[in-house]
């Protein structure tokens, strides 16, 4: 009690305390205020201020009046400033020149501001006033001082609130000694714990049992009796006191009450009750004999066990339905677990009929219905086959069924006979009439709701066999579709998510391979059963005949995975557009994944890419070697002509995204007919398998005789596939093919410009013996140009010319300079400038590519 009263004490000192610190706050504030607008007013509608506003130098002039003015007003500063805000005065002359801090627009349109900003002082009070001259604002005052400046009456409440806490303090503590020692004589010398006890027992009598308490003493009189043994005996409310012989109780019971002899469940009749009586005798240690007695109505106890066994029953269904319901994000499947379950254990036939749109993903109308709309039975469970609908069937519910009453009003209905439906039996007599046959007595049709959206309707039968569905069973059927309804809806979304997020993907991934002369390739891509990735691949043509190959891996599943992996494709493709080698592709894509992450808006609006791994890998078909280059990524296979398997060791790169860290490219000779296999970690990688086993199982499945690469990813398939997928597996097979050397035109062109004419000379003859003399005049002028600004702007090294004659005629010219030209709009009046634009005209395409001594400078011609 003392330790309550102290703390009431403190509470209130500290309240005091509190508010007039609030309080003195809040003073300071207005005060602030007051002196902060008082002061800008002031200066505002100074006379010559704005005068001085126009002149030549207003910072000159007003800076002292300002200083002198904000000193002895007590501010913290007086700024002048213009209608741009640029301050002329200031208490920092570092500032004057520099952008005011605070609101000016309203200012500007002639009203005064004043707001709490935390300016150069924290806490600080600043007010705007505009100062006008002839209706016009052309200049502003503001004027701020720190609210903790101002002056308070706290210091002298303060030591008057201590003084009166100390004195309620001692009172307090003068009045629990004077009550602790009438409580001592009171209780006769019993300590906490006897008293605790003793009133630990009182309650557990009274509160803690539902029966009823009788407490006779030796007087055979009534001390004590609860709500319960006044309900059950009938007893006035002023029993206490009063004999047992004057309340008229049942002879019996009377009598039990003063023997104070002991009884146990002694069962007693009482009007219409049947009472279970205790009673055990008490002493009051002087000799005097009592009893307590508690009764117990025995008259309920068979419809409280029954009603105990019903509950317990529609626990054990509903803790089922938690487990055995939603195990999957199928929607078919989450019906189907509603029927097994309560067939059987609630009800005899249960069927489950949804909207179309929920078994394809999407969600049904929202709002109410006025009809039932078109629903597919889904599901069912019975010992036969339901005469109404069978599953698969589409069907819509006449009006006058309960199944569609429940759908349009959105609640459970419970017809107890179907014989006596007699408007179902109108609307639709012929299903009635079916159901009967077949036994059907009761029904309980429940709409499936979650969320406010109406997905279908579950029915629950029971035959005549079985005892009729009642009012009580409404509740459990309710929760069950409750339950059922919130797992459809989970399945639709994750279906409809899983949907957009593959339709997703796949745009993203190439629909089509692109054409090309230097490799057969086949891929697969599947993606995973329960997520989608950030798996991708990619076939991109280069100049010269050459083809890049990709195969990259984005952590993690989803929108953003998928997300992710276009970005990513996007840029390998822009990237591949520069021609540049595969290690300096993945060094800009790792920067490109570390800017992703480091975006503000990414750490705050989505989740950032947790890494990607990719290979990049271009194959020449002229000289039969393969760059590659791989950051973080599963080693690829060859397969060389013989069927012979083997992983060839290429440098380690660190996954994209980790930066700092460089990546290495290794060059691979693959003979002609050679297989490089790329795939990504799905392929081999399962909770069933470690890494090792499965290289061991695509060894395995890649030796052997000749196939096509068709073949290859069909059997590699077949081989590594798991049962349950749960990663998306990229696979991209390329069988080798080598350019003919007779397809191949090769000059190297000393550094003098005479060889030109002998460069176009021996590349018409090339032409003319591969039949292509429709680009003969176009080659000579794209050589012309190309060859002459290499000898001219390089670096004095021969030139080297070559020739493709692929599915497009390439010319080639290669020098020693790394100064790239670049397409240009020549004057009218300049001599040159003209060459690369009508090179870009007359063919399909130009670029440049570097290389470790030099570029070279290409074009493709068109000769279908």
């Known amino acids: 009690m003392f330790a309550l009263q102290v703390l009431i004490v403190v509470l209130l000192v500290v309240a005091a305390v509190t508010t007039l610190v609030l309080k003195a706050h809040n003073d300071r504030l207005q005060a602030a205020r007051a002196r902060s607008l008082a002061a800008a007013e002031a200066f505002a509608h100074a006379p010559g201020l704005p005068a001085a506003l126009h002149a030549p130098d207003p910072t000159t002039a007003l800076q002292p009046l300002t200083e002198d003015a904000r000193k002895t007003g007590g501010l913290d500063f007086i700024t002048v400033m213009n209608t741009d805000g640029i301050r002329y005065t200031s208490p920092r002359p570092e500032w004057i020149g520099q952008k005011f801090i605070g609101t000016i627009a309203p200012a500007l349109g002639g009203h005064t501001t004043i707001e709490t900003v935390n300016g150069p002082v924290t806490g600080e009070v600043q007010a705007v006033v505009p100062v006008t001259d002839g209706g016009s604002v052309v200049g502003l005052v503001a004027a701020g001082v720190q609210a903790s400046k101002v002056s308070s009456a706290i210091n002298r409440q303060l030591p008057v609130i201590l003084g009166a806490g100390a004195a309620a303090l001692v009172l307090a503590m003068a009045g629990t000694a004077l009550v602790s020692r009438r409580l001592l004589r009171q209780t006769r010398g019993l300590g906490p714990a006897e008293l605790a006890r003793m009133y630990e027992h009182h309650d557990a009598v009274l509160h803690a049992v539902r029966e009823g308490v009788v407490i006779v003493d030796a007087d055979d009189r009534i001390r004590l009796a609860n709500d319960e043994a006044r309900r059950l005996l009938d007893l006035p409310p002023t029993v206490e006191g009063r004999s047992v012989a004057d309340l008229g109780l049942d002879p019996r019971i009377a009598a039990l009450l003063v023997s104070h002899r002991p009884a146990t469940d002694e069962v007693i009749p009482v009007g219409e009750r049947l009472l279970a009586v205790n009673n055990r005798p008490t002493s009051d240690g002087t000799g005097a004999t009592g009893s307590v007695a508690t009764l117990r109505d025995s008259t309920e106890l068979p419809a409280l066990a029954g009603q105990a066994e019903a509950a317990q029953g529609r626990l054990r269904l509903l803790y089922r339905a938690s487990v055995a319901i939603g195990t999957t994000l199928d929607v078919t499947r989450t019906a189907e677990e509603l029927t097994e379950l309560a067939a059987g254990r609630f009800a005899d036939y249960v069927t489950v009929d949804l909207a179309e749109p929920v078994l394809r993903g999407d969600e049904p109308q929202p709002g109410g219905y006025t009809e039932a709309p078109e629903l597919c039975r889904v599901a069912y469970s019975g010992p036969y086959p339901n005469p ?173 995975a998928a997300a992710t992996m276009g970005r990513l494709r996007t840029a390998v493709l822009n990237f591949a557009t520069l021609d540049l080698p595969p290690d300096e592709v993945l060094w800009h894509l790792d920067e490109l994944v570390t800017r992703i992450d480091r975006r503000p808006e990414a750490a705050e609006a989505e989740p950032t890419v947790a890494g990607a791994t990719c290979l990049y890998a271009v194959y020449d078909p002229t000289t039969g070697t393969c760059t590659i280059a791989r950051a973080g990524h599963p080693l690829p296979a060859v397969v060389q002509p013989d069927g012979t398997v083997t992983f060839p060791e290429l440098p380690a790169g660190p996954p994209l995204g980790v930066g700092g860290l460089p990546f290495e490219a290794a060059e691979l000779h693959l003979p002609e007919g050679s297989c490089l296999v790329l795939y990504t970690d799905g392929l081999i990688e399962d909770r069933e398998r470690d890494t090792a086993t499965g290289l061991s199982l695509l060894a395995t499945a890649l030796a052997g005789p000749s196939r096509t690469p068709e073949q290859i990813c069909g059997a590699v398939l077949e081989a590594l596939l798991p049962a349950h997928q749960r990663d998306d597996i990229a696979l991209l097979v390329a069988r080798t093919h080598l350019m003919a050397a007779d397809r191949i035109a090769a000059w190297e062109v000393p550094a003098d410009p005479s060889a030109v004419a002998r460069v176009r000379a021996e590349a018409s003859e090339q032409l003319t013996r591969w039949g292509l003399e429709e680009q003969v005049f176009t080659t000579e002028l794209v050589l012309s140009e190309l060859v002459t600004n290499a000898i001219r702007y390089g670096t004095g090294d021969p030139v080297q010319v070559r020739l493709l004659y692929d599915r497009s005629l390439i010319c080639e010219v290669s020098d020693g300079s790394s100064t790239s030209p670049h397409l240009r709009y020549a004057a009218d009046e300049d001599e040159g400038g003209r060459g690369l634009f009508l090179i870009a005209q007359l063919t399909e395409g130009w670029g440049t590519r570097y290389h470790a001594r030099g570029k070279t400078i290409w074009c493709e011609q068109s000769i279908s």
């Open 388 to 560: 109404l609908y069978q599953v698969g069937e589409v069907h819509r519910y006449l009006p006058a069924t309960p199944m569609a009453q429940g759908f349009v009003h959105g609640r459970p209905v419970l017809v107890p006979d179907l014989s006596a439906a007699t408007e179902w039996r109108a609307g639709d007599p012929d299903r009635v009439r079916a159901a009967l046959e077949h036994g059907l007595q009761s029904l309980i049709t429940v709409p499936l709701q979650a969320r406010g959206v109406l997905l279908g309707v579950v029915n629950f039968w029971r035959l005549h066999s079985s005892e009729p569905l009642r009012e009580e069973d409404l509740t459990p059927a309710e929760e069950l579709a409750a339950r059922a309804a919130v797992c459809i809806d989970n399945a639709r979304r994750f279906t409809r998510e899983h949907a957009v997020a593959v339709a997703l993907q796949r745009s993203l991934l190439p629909r089509d391979l692109p054409e090309q002369n230097a490799l057969d390739v086949a891929h697969r891509y599947l993606p995973a059963q329960t997520g989608v990735g950030g798996d991708w691949f990619d076939v991109i043509p280069l100049s010269g005949a050459r083809v890049a190959l990709v195969v990259g891996d984005v952590v993690g599943h989803g929108l953003h």
